[in-house]
C-alpha cells in the first residue's frame, strides 16, 4: 500500500513545506483544522533552509535584555533605507504586518525551540535588530517539522503540487498534485495556503520580468516560482516581478558538510552555542560558531571597491570591477571567477567593520574565518605565481593580470565564486489576510499566499526581513485559512 494514501482531503492544504508553509501548518492545525502539507522535495525547508538564517526584528526580549530600546515604527522607518530605485513600489501595509509582528514571530521561534543570537547591528538600521539563527538555517525546517508533527500536521514530501482545482464559485476547491508518480487530486474544506517560495531559479519567470537575468541560476535550484504559475492560471496576478536580487556572487557552499555541520540543530547545541557567544572571548568562540556554517555565502562588495580584482578560469581579468560583475562572470569559462587581493585588503577585511560576508550565528564572516573553515576557497603566495598554483591558476596568465600595479605580498584568493540569484520579491497580490487577489483586487475565494510568493510586493531588502515575513505571514495565513476568515 502507498504510505501516503489518505491524502484526498483536508481542511488546509499547505503547497510547500519551507519556513512559511510549515509556520502556516502549524497555525491552522493550532485553529483545530486538519493540515496536509505537499513538499516537492524529498525534505521540507526550500530556501529557508539555504538561508544565512537571520531575523530583525524591533522590540525583542534580546534587545530589552541588551538595554535596546527600539520600536516597530523606528523598524518601519529605516526599512525605506533599503528600497533604492523600487521604494515607490512597496506594499507599506505589508511592511507594516511585518514590522508590528516581527517581535512576536521572533519570540514564538524561541518557543519552538530555536535559539538566536544578538541582536547585532546591522546600519542603516539605526538600533542593533539582527538576530542570527544557532547553529545554522536547518534549525527552521528542524524545529517547525517537530512541532507540526506534534500538532498532527501531516507533512508529505517528494509531492508536487501540479495546479489548484478550481470550484463553481470561481475558488480553490484543493490541489492535483504528483504523488508517488501519479496524479492525484486532493480537497481543501477550507482553504490552499500557497507557500511554494520564490522564482530565483525558474527561468520562465524571469523571462518574462527580467529577460537579462533569465540563464542566471538561482543559489536554491528548485525555487522554480511554481506557486506564482499556479496562482496566475487561476486569475491572480504578480506584483513587482521585476525586484529581483542579483546576479549576486556566491561561493559554493561546502562540498561535503563536515560530520559537525551534520549534527542536528538541537535545543542542547544552540543553547551551547548562545552561552559561548556571551560568555566567550571572540577569539574562542568564532572557531567555534563558524565550524557550523553551512550556508552558501556571498562576499560584499566592498572587497572590489577597496582593490580585489576578479580573474577566471584562465587567469585573466575580464572586468571593471568597479561595476556590477555578475553578468560579467556568469559569461566567462565555467561561469566561475576568484577574487584576488593582496595583504592590504586582506588586513582590512580580518576584522570588524569590514566582513567579507554576511554569516550565520556570529553576523559576519572575516578572512581569517574563511582561512580557517573555508579552505576549499582559501589561498595564498608570496608571489602570483605561487598563489596561482595554491588555487589551481595558471600562473603565467596570473602573473600577466596582476602586472599593472604594486602589490603587497603575500597574495590571497578566494574562490571559485559564481553569479546567482539569490531571492526574488516579485509575490502574488494579496490583502493584509493574505487572500490570492485577482487583477481587479477581488478576493479568489479559499485561497491564501505566504512567504515569498505571497509578497503582495513588500519588498523586504536588507538582511533579516524574508525569513521573518516568511513566518510571520504563514502563521497570519494558516490560521485565517482555517478559520475561513479576514483579518
Ligand atoms: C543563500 C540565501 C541566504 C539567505 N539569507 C537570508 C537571511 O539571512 N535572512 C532572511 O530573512 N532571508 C534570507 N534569505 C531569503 C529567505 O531564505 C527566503 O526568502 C525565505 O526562506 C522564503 O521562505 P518561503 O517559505 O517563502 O520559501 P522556501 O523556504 O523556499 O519554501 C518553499 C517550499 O515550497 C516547495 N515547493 C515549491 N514548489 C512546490 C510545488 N509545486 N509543490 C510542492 N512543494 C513546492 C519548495 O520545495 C520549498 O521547500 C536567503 C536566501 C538565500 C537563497
Redesign the pocket.
Given at each position: 500500500m502507498s504510505p501516503h494514501v489518505g491524502i484526498d482531503a483536508a481542511d488546509v492544504v499547505v503547497?510547500?513545506?519551507?519556513?512559511?508553509?510549515l509556520a502556516a501548518a502549524i497555525e491552522a492545525a493550532a485553529a483545530g483544522a486538519s493540515v496536509l502539507v505537499?513538499?516537492?522535495?524529498t525534505a521540507?525547508?526550500?530556501?529557508?533552509?539555504?538561508?544565512?538564517?537571520?531575523?530583525n526584528a524591533a522590540g525583542s526580549r534580546l534587545q530589552q535584555r541588551a538595554g535596546i530600546v527600539d520600536t516597530p515604527d523606528e523598524h518601519f522607518e529605516d526599512m525605506d533605507h533599503f528600497m533604492g530605485a523600487f521604494a515607490s513600489k512597496d506594499n507599506l501595509a505589508l511592511r507594516r504586518v511585518l514590522v508590528d509582528n516581527a517581535a512576536d514571530t521572533l519570540h514564538w521561534l524561541m518557543s519552538l525551540g530555536l535559539s538566536f543570537y544578538g541582536p547585532t547591528a546591522d546600519p542603516p538600521h539605526r538600533h542593533p535588530r539582527m538576530h542570527n539563527v544557532l547553529p545554522n538555517s536547518r534549525a527552521y525546517p528542524y524545529y517547525l517539522s517537530k512541532e507540526a508533527k506534534r500538532r498532527g500536521v501531516r507533512l508529505v514530501c517528494g509531492?508536487?503540487?501540479?495546479e489548484l482545482l478550481r470550484a463553481d464559485d470561481g475558488g480553490v476547491r484543493g490541489v492535483a498534485?504528483r504523488v508517488d508518480g501519479r496524479r492525484v487530486e486532493i480537497v481543501a474544506r477550507r482553504g490552499v495556503v500557497l507557500?511554494?517560495?520564490?522564482y530565483?531559479n525558474g527561468t520562465e519567470m524571469k523571462s518574462r520580468f527580467r529577460p537579462e537575468l533569465a540563464a542566471i541560476r538561482g543559489?536554491?535550484p528548485?525555487?522554480?516560482g511554481?506557486?506564482h504559475r499556479?496562482a496566475e492560471a487561476i486569475g491572480a496576478r504578480i506584483v513587482n516581478g521585476e525586484v529581483v536580487y542579483g546576479p549576486g556572487l556566491?561561493f559554493g557552499a561546502p562540498d561535503r558538510p563536515s560530520l559537525v555541520q551534520r549534527l542536528p540543530p538541537s535545543w542542547a547545541l544552540g543553547k551551547l552555542m548562545s552561552l559561548a557567544l556571551a560568555t566567550l572571548p571572540a577569539a574562542l568562540f568564532r572557531p567555534f560558531v563558524m565550524s557550523f556554517m553551512t550556508?552558501?555565502l556571498g562576499p560584499e562588495a566592498a572587497l572590489l571597491k577597496s582593490g580585489a580584482v576578479l580573474v577566471n578560469r584562465d587567469g585573466r581579468r575580464f572586468v571593471d570591477e568597479q561595476q556590477p560583475p555578475g553578468l560579467a562572470i556568469a559569461a566567462q569559462p565555467g561561469g566561475q571567477a576568484w577574487l584576488v587581493f593582496d595583504d592590504a585588503v586582506a588586513r582590512r577585511f580580518s576584522a570588524p567593520p569590514h566582513a567579507v560576508s554576511?554569516a550565520p550565528g556570529v553576523a559576519f564572516a572575516y578572512l581569517p574565518d574563511y582561512r580557517r573553515h573555508r579552505k576549499d576557497l582559501y589561498g595564498t603566495g608570496e608571489t602570483a605565481e605561487a598563489l596561482a598554483h595554491a588555487v589551481g591558476l595558471p600562473a603565467e596568465a596570473l602573473e600577466d593580470a596582476l602586472k599593472d600595479r604594486a602589490w603587497r605580498s603575500p597574495l590571497h584568493a578566494l574562490g571559485p565564486l559564481e553569479a546567482r540569484i539569490?531571492?526574488t520579491d516579485g509575490g502574488l497580490a494579496v490583502n493584509v489576510s493574505h487572500q490570492v487577489l485577482r487583477a481587479d483586487d477581488s478576493v479568489i475565494p479559499r485561497l491564501y499566499a505566504?512567504?515569498?510568493?505571497g509578497q503582495g510586493g513588500a519588498l523586504?531588502a536588507g538582511?533579516?526581513?524574508?525569513?521573518?515575513w516568511?513566518v510571520t505571514s504563514?502563521r497570519r495565513a494558516g490560521r485565517l485559512a482555517a478559520n475561513g476568515a479576514a483579518a
Open positions: 503547497v510547500g513545506g519551507g519556513a512559511s508553509g505537499l513538499e516537492k522535495n521540507p525547508g526550500g530556501s529557508s533552509r539555504l538561508s544565512v538564517g537571520s531575523i509531492a508536487e503540487v501540479l498534485a507557500c511554494a517560495g520564490d530565483s543559489v536554491n528548485t525555487a522554480t511554481d506557486g499556479m556566491r550556508a552558501s554576511t539569490v531571492i505566504a512567504g515569498a510568493v523586504l538582511n533579516g526581513h524574508h525569513i521573518c516568511a504563514g
